[in-house]
Each structure stands twice: as C-alpha cells, then as structure tokens.
Nanobody, 129 residues
Framework: QLHLVESGGGLVQPGGSLRLSCAAS????????IGWFRQAPGKEREGVSC????????NYADSVKGRFTISRDNAKKAVYLQMDSLEPEDTAVYYC??????????????????????WGQGTQVTVSS
C-alpha cells in the first residue's frame, strides 16, 4: 500500500513561487506514475501535471504549461511540483496521486483523477496580495 504526503503549500503573492513536495512510503515509487491535481472551492478536481515512472516524460494542463515543472527523485521516494508565476486562479488544495503503471511502457500521461489509485491528503496553496 503506497502512502503519499504532500507539503510545501502556503500563502504567496501573485507572481511568486512555491515548491510542493510529495513524499511516498510503503512501496517503491518506481512502479508508479505520479500526478498532481488541484481542487478549488466549488470546483471539480482537475489534473495539473503528471510524470512517468522514470521521470523521462511529463504532461501539463494548458493552464500551467510554462509556469509549473514536475520532477521526481525515485531514490528519495519524492515527487516535486515547482510552481512559478503564480496567479490567484492557482489557489486550490493540491494533491499528489499515484497510478500503478509498473514501468514507463504503460504511462499514458493521463490527467484524469479516475486513473489514479492512491492519493495524499492535500496541501493548501493560496495566491493573494
């Protein structure tokens, strides 16, 4: 059973940056593609970015392309989301999630929440002046 814990959220001014971390335990991270999702009040959960098992491939939602960067360190069992040029519209609870793909050959780049098997508890990101 994979256990995920997010950290790094907080309050930041528009144009600022935050780096979210997702720490995994309970299983090797190499077997999983990892996605970052967010949910704002009154809105559905949406996919932000995802990364393949090895980290060789990544996908981004159009709304964050060019501003957010996903990365992973399987040895440290951690995945990161670097968020730059933050906008008020980025305010949400951010979640990391794992899709049991085993290896890169199964990775699809999906940003659909239904594709992911394990979820963290979320971390709040608020962008406001």
């Amino acid at each position: 059973q994979l256990h995920l814990v997010e950290s790094g959220g907080g309050l930041v001014q528009p144009g600022g940056s935050l780096r979210l971390s997702c720490a995994a335990s309970g299983s090797t991270l190499d077997y999983y593609a990892i996605g970052w999702f967010r949910q704002a009040p009154g809105k559905e959960r949406e996919g932000v970015s995802c990364i393949s098992n090895s980290g060789s491939s990544a996908n981004y939602a159009d709304s964050v392309k060019g501003r957010f960067t996903i990365s992973r360190d399987n040895a440290k069992k951690a995945v990161y989301l670097q968020m730059d040029s933050l906008e008020p519209e980025d305010t949400a609870v951010y979640y990391c999630a794992a899709d049991l793909t085993v290896d890169d050959s199964v990775y699809s780049g999906s940003l659909l929440p239904s594709e992911y098997d394990f979820w963290g508890q979320g971390t709040q990101v608020t962008v406001s002046s």
